[in-house]
């Protein structure tokens, strides 16, 4: 599905013309990819992950509006990015962005932002403790996705605990646990959305 945009700040106005076009895709969708270019987010989230030869989900993080993602970024042979709300996205050709220094930069901008995500999610990976991988998830999502509310700072997609489970290499099971166990704590809670909100303890 196709929308004309409204006018946004994510790029200078010659790299942004008010009628590029912006492709919906829902909640859940996979998203098509191209070596002969890439997305920007407009709107939403998307999350981005790779598979082990065993097909167990890797998440690599998430894209937020203003950033890039596509084949073109990655050397990764399996590479997948799913549509975490309904997202609104920009189709950027490769000739386009090696024809505009401008927008090269602006791509190079993004994909620093991203890498330092992922190293992030690496980070995170070396814990041994599920509790502390999971708690280091959270405040990662707080500081790169959190929205701040009366209650706390509450994360802005609906995260299943089957995502935070593959985003820290563990079971859906043992999430929902812990989740639990930090509601009691009053670490978090759960809005009538089923959003995440992270309390400022």
């Not at 969708?29 to 992950?49: A, K, M, T």
């Not at 996205?89 to 386009?96: K, N």
């Not at 999971?134 to 995260?159: C, H, M, N, W, Y």
Request: hydrophobic share 40%; net charge neutral; aromatic share 6%.
């Amino acid at each position: 599905m196709l929308l004309t945009p409204q006018p946004i700040d994510l790029l200078s106005p010659e790299e942004s013309p008010e009628n590029r076009r912006l492709h919906l895709y829902h909640r859940g969708e996979n998203i098509p990819l191209d070596e002969g270019g890439v997305w920007q987010v407009y709107r939403g989230l998307v999350q981005v992950s790779t598979a082990h030869a065993s097909g167990e989900e890797v998440i690599l993080g998430w894209a937020t509006p203003a950033t890039f993602f596509g084949l073109w970024l990655t050397r990764l042979e399996f590479y997948e990015a799913n549509a975490l709300s309904d997202v609104y996205l920009r189709w950027f050709p490769l000739s386009e962005i090696q024809n505009s220094p401008s927008l090269t930069q602006t791509v190079s901008d993004s994909v620093t932002r991203r890498l330092r995500q992922t190293e992030a999610i690496l980070a995170i990976a070396g814990y041994r403790r599920v509790e502390d991988r999971l708690t280091r998830l959270l405040s990662l999502l707080k500081a790169d996705l959190g929205q701040v509310t009366e209650a706390g700072i509450r994360l802005p997609v609906r995260f299943t605990h089957q995502n935070l489970a593959n985003a820290i290499g563990t079971t859906r099971v043992t999430v929902t646990r812990l989740l639990g166990k930090l509601q009691r704590s009053g670490c978090i809670q759960i809005d009538r959305d089923r959003h995440i909100i992270i309390h400022n303890h």
